[in-house]
Structures are given as structure tokens and as C-alpha cells.
T-cell receptor
Framework: GESVGLHLPTLSVQEGDNSIINCAYS??????FIWYKQESGKGPQFIID?????DKRQGQRVTVLLNKTVKHLSLQIAATQPGDSAVYFC?????????FGTGTRLQVFP | ETGVTQTPRHLVMGMTNKKSLKCEQH?????MYWYKQSAKKPLELMFV???????ENNSVPSRFSPECPNSSHLFLHLHTLQPEDSALYLC??????????????FGDGTRLSIL
């Protein structure tokens, strides 16, 4: 997952713009990746997943890109809306345990 | 509505109290999980149950005691907790205990505060 720091990274975007949230993972053997969204006062909500035999997967307004060469995962949100404001974090796994990142806070302003 | 319901949503307790957190999943899943979420830290896996049997215990202090009476219900019994145990406790479930083939679905958590 993302490197752990004292402060949660924050991405501020204007409503209607595209957002790109990044995640650097550590285990080259990881073969399954998940993006979660966590709104204030709620639990993590599954957004999209991708397996290591793919490099791109699209959902509704979201796209996940996987670059195994540099161990990098990104989440792209098209036409960002106020309801997209939340903490987003990635998770990786190879077999028996999900490893979560600390998250990125997405702020959407009008 | 995630299909995973946790109660209570908030809990304040003293260090000498005994309380229990409850989780119920309505998804027909066979695996259930307890996680601890502290500020600015990644989710920490505490316990895993698959078909009502505990399959993982990640060096969690004995003051936390899980119970899984059936595949739909999961409890976390708490006693003599410490202030550092204050956190958001999340329950999750998945179809099977194979974390690399399907996502886990989370409840909204119990916010626990230890006085």
C-alpha cells in the first residue's frame, strides 16, 4: 500500500474534473488489488478490483490501472462529483492476507 | 446498505467494563473478519472466521475475544480494555476465505472510546 506518513495525503479537485489517485504497493507477488472508498462515519465501500493478468479495468466512471513493472496502481474517477469526497485506499494480496494502504483524501470543491 | 450490519455504532466504556460488539451479514457469505482502524494507520486484521471456525488470529491481546456462532453472526467480546484500544472496529465478510479472488464487504463499524 501507500507509504505510511503522519498526514493523510490530500487531493483537491474541482467538480467536473477527472481525479487520479495513486498507490504504490510493495509485494511483487501480489496478484489481486482492490480500491475502497470510505466516507466519513462509514465503513470502506468496494469500488473496483483488478487481477495481475490485467493492466486496466473500467467500471462506472472509474478506471483502475495496474503497472506491475513499477508496482503502481491508480484509480481514475471521471467527472468528479461532490459525492466522491472520501478517503480512498488500495489493498493488495498474494494469497492469504489483504494489505491495506493508509489512504488518500479526495476533496471536491465547486 | 452494504449487507453487513454492526451494532452498536458508538460505544463508550471504562477500562473495567465488559461489552460486546455484534456483526451480522445478510450476504450469504462464509467468511467473516474483524479489523481495527486507527487514525492515520492502515486497517489491521484481528480475526478471521471461515465456516464458523477461526482461521487466523493476528497476535491480538486476550482482552479481545471473538465468537462466531454461525456463518451470519460475529461477535467481539471486550474486557479490561486500554485507552489505546480506542478505534473504529470494522466487520467484513466475503464469499469464501480466499482473499485473493474476491473483495471483502465491510460494515460501517463501531466507534469505540475507552475512558
Amino acid at each position: 500500500g501507500e507509504s505510511v506518513g503522519l498526514h493523510l495525503p490530500t487531493l483537491s479537485v474541482q467538480e467536473g474534473d477527472n481525479s487520479i489517485i495513486n498507490c504504490a504497493y510493495s509485494n511483487s507477488a501480489s496478484d489481486y488489488f482492490i480500491w475502497y472508498k470510505q466516507e466519513s462515519g462509514k465503513g470502506p465501500q468496494f469500488i473496483i478490483d483488478i487481477r495481475s493478468n490485467m493492466d486496466k479495468r473500467q467500471g462506472q466512471r472509474v478506471t483502475v490501472l495496474l503497472n506491475k513493472t513499477v508496482k503502481h496502481l491508480s484509480l481514475q474517477i471521471a467527472a468528479t462529483q461532490p459525492g466522491d469526497s472520501a478517503v480512498y485506499f488500495c489493498a493488495e494480496t498474494d494469497t492469504d492476507k489483504l494489505i491495506f494502504g493508509t489512504g488518500t483524501r479526495l476533496q471536491v470543491f465547486p | 446498505e452494504t449487507g453487513v450490519t454492526q451494532t452498536p455504532r458508538h460505544l463508550v466504556m471504562g477500562m473495567t467494563n465488559k461489552k460486546s460488539l455484534k456483526c451480522e451479514q445478510h450476504l450469504g457469505h462464509n467468511a467473516m473478519y474483524w479489523y481495527k482502524q486507527s487514525a492515520k494507520k492502515p486497517l489491521e486484521l484481528m480475526f478471521v472466521y471461515s465456516l464458523e471456525e477461526r482461521v487466523e488470529n493476528n497476535s491480538v491481546p486476550s482482552r479481545f475475544s471473538p465468537e462466531c456462532p454461525n456463518s451470519s453472526h460475529l461477535f467481539l467480546h471486550l474486557h479490561t480494555l486500554q485507552p489505546e484500544d480506542s478505534a473504529l472496529y470494522l466487520c467484513a465478510s466475503s464469499q469464501e476465505y480466499r482473499v485473493n479472488i474476491q473483495p471483502q464487504h465491510f460494515g460501517d463499524g463501531t466507534r469505540l472510546s475507552i475512558l
